[in-house]
């Protein structure tokens, strides 16, 4: 579904991404894994159309490179961004009606059957959910666009562990509902479990690929990104 090719990014004099392939298949889920600052989330800006990059990024065989980021999401691809960006101000169902076209009461009702919590909370400002129920609402409103693609920056950080458990448990229902998802997490195992292939990344390059349960095999893997002695 989506395939990237020899993808560059660079920062003023600083290259990011040092030319990197690799691709999405239909349905399936596709994790980057990697520390802070390997270019996991740059890789995802550059898909989205809010970076530039040199190299080649097709989605559904169209060559989406350069194209403006509305474009994007009208073609499909839709960022869950990091650190959700839910309007605190505006109340939750204001919130999921921006990522509708237009007033969506299909789209809002199965957010809502998917999300009760959601539901419960529709009038309140999204500013005074918890971190676990913005994550809710954020991948909710992005699901509001109908999405090809998925795109998720770090959906667990910063959220207690059962909480983390919770935002693991949606993405893995959205898997089973055929839900095609590239992932980005510094939670390597959680990632790794969900995930049909990932990539590690290192200082702009991928190191290493495979299925993930092959990389969750994988001693190095193991030692670097998962904690294990
Ligand atoms: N807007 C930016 N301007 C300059 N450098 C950036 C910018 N965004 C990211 N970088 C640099 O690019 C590298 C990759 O960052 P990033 O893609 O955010 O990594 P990750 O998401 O894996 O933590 C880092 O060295 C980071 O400092
Ligand atoms: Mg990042």
Known sequence: MLEIADLYIRYGAVEAVHGISFAVAQGEVTALIGANGAGKSSTLAAISGLVAAAGSIRFVGRDIRGMPPHEIV????????????????????????????????????????????????????????????????????ALLAAPRLLLLDEPSLGLA?????????????????????????????????????????????????????????????????LGVA
Request: aromatic share 4%; glycine share 10%.
């Open 74 to 141: 009208r073609a499909g691809i839709v960022q869950v961004p990091e650190g959700r960006e839910i309007l605190a101000r505006m109340t939750v169902e204001e919130n999921l009606l921006l990522g509708a076209r237009g007033r969506d009461a299909r789209g809002l009702r199965s957010a809502y059957e998917r999300f009760p919590i959601l539901a419960e909370r529709r009038s309140l400002l999204a500013g005074m959910l918890s971190g676990g129920e913005q994550q809710m609402l954020a991948i909710a409103r």
């Open 161 to 225: 562990p059962i909480v983390v458990a919770r935002v693991f448990e949606t993405l893995a229902d959205l898997r089973r509902q055929g839900t095609t998802m590239l992932l980005v997490e510094q939670n390597a195992l959680r990632a790794l479990r969900l995930a049909d292939h990932a990539h590690v990344m290192e200082l702009g390059r991928i190191v290493m690929s495979g299925t993930g349960a092959a990389l969750l095999r994988d001693e190095a893997v193991a030692r670097t990104y």
